[in-house]
């Protein structure tokens, strides 16, 4: 979504009248996207450029952009009610209300689903801001509406008219309607289990939420018994759905837990209030076990809150998977901190002070480059102490599911053992890596990899470097920025970073360009790279000049070629090279033998025989050179 938004955004600069339109549908798509993450301020950043766009679009072409307009203003409402701003969040969907009145009155059959969508989320704005009584009549006219576009046409509209029956409920129940809300939360139960045996995987989430809200309307008018089976059917399905997907159903099947246990302990059965968390327990990982016993510590209040969260964390010490981890993790540390508990068994990361490190955490997270996070170890943590780096290595295990916090704790460790400055010296090195190993991937594509090599093979110092990057502590020491690919070391970290970041078989070939070019020249790499053509030409050059390893690096930067005569004697030589079995080996020369002439087996037999005469030279040229004399 971001690159959406980013290459839209150059094609609207460039052209605003044509491209406008898609930039704002990818800002909204962008702004929901992170909306789902948790990355709720930028969302809402995103959403207000989205309904910015919209409204000047929509103003110059009402017909065409006012219901775009409509949506981006709910999404609009929706980050900003997330963020806490809910008088605003109401006037947005308020807004976005009256658009899409002023849209059916046009055109009924096309946008009564939308303003009913309005209508839904509308009402839940105002219930927020404790406009209860407005909410239920907006509430009610959302699912008239809904009710209306299910009976013509089920398939379609029956999920949405469930949704708007259980949000209905819920507003009944806030203005103490509790028989009417009982009503109304049934119909939306029998409304997701019909779709839900139709669709299991769609609607059985749906499905264990409405029989939650149920278990609540039952409750609320003294149905306990019937509440408590209607509990336990949700939390029977939410273990189900936790069990294929824990990342997405834990923390609702945590909820779904504590309501049964509520229901289970009115009536009574404490003992199996409290079985039901560990219920099935050894089919989940070992997060999701510590997060029921952190839901049962929270719950119970009988005295064995303590030995549930030491429990939960070891449990939580295990491995498992990252993002389950760091959550069910920190919240053990805020309930080890609530209940006082000091048991000296527990994890380091269950009792780690995080504050003393907090600010320094968040300013390494915000850095975006190599270059900022340099600067940022300088200014921080230059010198740091044992307790500071223990306590940072904590903080690691506590947020174990972002890396950057352990790549912290790494260069602290390595900064304690090695000093400042290897480790920053280091780091500048490698940047100047990923700088080169960047700017030569775009020339390398674009046709300009023999000028960039030429420069770069030769030593510029500040050729690939950004220039708001280089601050006074690469002035200082610009040793690690004068390294080029010049430099042996250079290039290995260059190759290593294309390793990282490319395809196998296209960063093999560009080393085996970089082999050749610093072999020969750049200008001799890219005219073997570019064409079959061109990679014979030079095979023919280097077996004339009895230059083996070129012939072996012309085949690696254009396998192709090896369809050739000269490039069936360069596999030849590169099966020998590389220790084939002799009998692959023979295979090769007897088809390379079928493609020479007299003069190429000349050619090869002073090849072969200059090779032989170093130290360098393969031990299977000799065989080579047996099978040529005869």
Not at 416 to 429: E, K, N, P, Y
Not at 432 to 458: I, K, P, T, Y
Request: charged share 25%; aromatic share 6%; glycine share 4%.
């Amino acid at each position: 979504a971001r690159e959406a938004v980013r290459l839209r955004r150059v094609l609207a600069e460039a052209s605003p009248q044509a491209y406008t339109p898609d930039l704002a549908g990818s800002l909204n798509n962008l702004a929901i996207r992170l909306s789902e993450v948790g990355e709720r301020g930028e969302a809402l950043v995103v959403a207000r450029e989205a309904v910015d766009a919209y409204q000047v679009l929509a103003e110059a072409s009402p017909q065409a952009y006012t219901p775009d307009l409509a949506a981006s203003l709910s999404n609009l409402a929706n980050c900003l009610s997330s963020m806490g701003d809910r008088d605003r969040a109401l006037v947005v969907a308020r807004e976005a209300v009256r658009l899409r009145r002023v849209l059916v009155e046009a055109s009924p059959q096309a946008y009564r689903p939308d303003l009913a969508r309005s209508l839904n989320n509308l009402a839940n704005h105002l219930s927020e801001v404790g406009e209860r009584g407005e909410a239920l009549v907006v509430a009610r006219e959302a699912v008239e509406l809904r009710r209306v576009l299910a009976e013509a046409s089920p398939q379609a509209y029956t999920p949405n008219l469930a949704m708007s029956l259980n949000n209905l409920a819920n507003h009944l129940s806030e203005v103490g309607e509790r028989g009417e809300a009982l009503v109304v939360a049934r119909e939306a139960v029998e409304l997701y289990r019909g779709l839900a045996e139709a669709s299991p995987q769609a609607y059985t989430p749906n499905l264990a939420a409405t029989l939650n809200n149920l278990a609540n309307r039952l409750s609320a008018v003294g149905e306990r018994n019937e509440a408590l089976e209607a509990a336990r059917e949700a939390v029977e399905l939410y273990r189900a759905l936790a069990e294929d997907s824990p990342q997405a159903y834990t923390p609702d099947l945590a909820i779904s837990l504590n309501n049964l246990a509520n229901y289970l302990s009115e009536v009574g059965k404490l003992n199996e209030a409290l079985e039901t968390f560990v219920e099935g327990f050894d089919g989940f990982s070992p997060a999701v076990r510590a997060r029921l016993l952190v839901a049962r510590a929270t719950w119970r209040d009988d005295g064995g809150e303590a030995g549930d969260v030491v429990a939960a964390a070891r449990e939580a010490d295990s491995t498992d998977d990252p993002v389950l981890l760091g959550p069910v993790r920190r919240m053990i540390a805020r309930v080890i901190t609530d209940v006082g508990i000091s048991d000296t068994g527990l994890p380091r990361w269950a009792t780690v002070d995080a504050e003393s490190a907090t600010s320094r955490i968040e300013g390494w997270l915000e850095c975006s480059d190599l270059a900022q996070r340099v600067a940022f170890l300088e200014a921080q943590w230059s010198s740091p102490s044992a307790s500071e780096k223990e306590t940072l290595a904590a903080l690691a295990e506590l947020y174990v599911e972002l890396p950057p916090v352990a790549a912290l704790a790494a260069f602290v460790e390595r900064i304690a053992d090695s000093g400042i400055q290897a480790v920053t010296t280091d780091l500048r090195i490698h940047y100047r890596a990923r700088l080169l190993a960047r700017d030569w991937r775009e020339a390398h594509v674009s046709g300009r990899g023999v000028s960039f090599l030429r420069e770069h093979m030769r030593g510029n110092p500040d050729a690939s470097r950004d220039e708001d990057q280089i601050n006074k502590g690469d002035k200082q020491e610009s040793g690690e920025w004068e390294k080029d690919l010049g430099d042996p070391d250079m290039r290995t970290r260059v190759l290593q970073v294309l390793a990282a970041m490319l395809p196998e078989a296209e960063a093999a070939s560009m080393a085996s360009v970089l082999a050749l070019a610093e072999l020969t020249d750049p200008r001799t790499a890219y005219d073997a790279q570019r064409s079959d053509e061109g990679a014979e030409d030079m095979l023919r050059e280097f077996l004339e000049a009895r230059n083996w390893l070129a012939m072996t690096l012309v085949l690696g930067v254009r396998p192709s070629v090896a369809e050739s005569t000269y490039g069936s004697i360069a596999l030849l030589l590169f099966a020998a090279v590389t220790d084939e079995p002799v009998e692959r080996l023979r295979e090769l020369y007897d088809y390379a033998n079928e493609e020479m002439d007299a003069i190429h087996r000349r050619q090869l037999q002073a090849l072969l025989d200059k090779a032989l005469g170093t130290a360098q030279s393969p031990k299977l040229f000799s065989d080579l050179l047996l099978w040529v004399k005869e």
